[in-house]
């Protein structure tokens, strides 16, 4: 009986303690996985907002104000555009 006795009194405190370490592991993940779903939503946000600056930069008023603005070239006067035609079925060169 005093084995017994003995045995319970070493298993409880153990058994809460390592109840206690379980906690403490729990609370520690807990907290990396919110951090990790805020550096998520982080990335989300930026990744958002670097699509929508692509889409902006590669629209056509943009391209076109960027040419103006930097390689000062103007709209061309369709007057001066001279098409040229070229008769022939594809894969082959037209004489």
């Given at each position: ?81 001279t098409r040229v035609i070229i008769q022939g079925s594809a894969g082959r060169q037209?004489?």
């Amino acid at each position: 009986m005093r084995f017994r006795l003995a045995i319970f009194s070493l298993i409880v405190p153990g058994l809460l303690c390592v109840n206690a370490w379980q906690g403490y592991r729990y609370n520690q993940l807990s907290n990396s996985v919110a951090a990790l779903e805020s550096q998520q939503q982080d990335l989300l946000e930026a990744n958002r907002d670097a699509l929508a600056e692509i889409a902006y930069e590669t629209s056509a008023a943009r391209v076109e104000e960027k040419a103006m603005k930097s390689f000062s070239l103007a709209p061309v006067d369709q007057g001066h555009v001279t098409r040229v035609i070229i008769q022939g079925s594809a894969g082959r060169q037209a004489q």
